[in-house]
């Protein structure tokens, strides 16, 4: 029985080790079951964080595509209201600078008219010189298709053949310009 005593008092420490290798291990099952439950809870924060962040990317994005469309839409706003605003001024130079004229027009054909038909009544001016004067005036005008093309009317209206095919050609070839 010494022996088995002998054996006992040997095993007693091995047994004692073995009883704390299994307390060891229960601890550290009952640690790694903490940590996976933490680490699941990380990974799916993770997860959260990463679908948030997808979300943040997409509003990001459709606030710069919205903007970038404002930007252009402004730009050229800006070039109409630009364009706008010279056509403007011009208008109010123009106005300025040749607004009287066509007044002064008005005036001098009603004065001519009148001051023609005086002479032409009164005997002063032969009313076939006025006929030449007028339609040599509208012959040399190549630049303005109107004064040919009156011309060309006023030639058949009065049958003048000779006269009729310059007008024309001349208030073709101008029509382009």
């Known amino acids: ?48 964080a990463c679908d948030e962040i997808d979300a943040v990317k997409e509003t ?23 364009a706008q605003a010279e056509l403007t001024q011009l208008t109010v130079v123009w106005k300025a600078d040749f607004a009287h004229r066509q007044r002064v027009r008005a005036l001098a054909r009603g004065l001519t008219h009148a001051l023609t038909a005086h002479a032409v009544a009164g005997g002063l001016v032969d009313q076939d010189t006025i006929d030449t004067c007028v339609r040599k005036q509208f012959l040399a005008e190549p630049t303005y298709w109107l004064a040919p093309a009156i011309m060309a009317v006023a030639a058949r209206h009065h049958a003048e053949t000779t006269i009729v095919p310059r007008a024309s050609c001349r208030s073709s070839a101008g029509a382009s310009s």
Do not use: C, K, W
Request: net charge negative.
């Open 1 to 48: 029985m010494d022996e088995q005593q002998d054996l006992e008092e040997l095993l007693a420490p091995l047994r004692a080790d073995l009883t704390s290798l299994r307390t060891d291990s229960t601890v550290l099952r009952v640690e790694l079951t903490v940590l996976r439950r933490e680490n699941d809870g990380i990974a799916e924060a993770l997860s959260s």
């Open 60 to 82: 990001v994005t459709a606030t710069h595509e919205v903007l970038n469309a404002f930007v252009e839409r402004y730009g050229r706003h800006q070039i109409v209201a630009n």
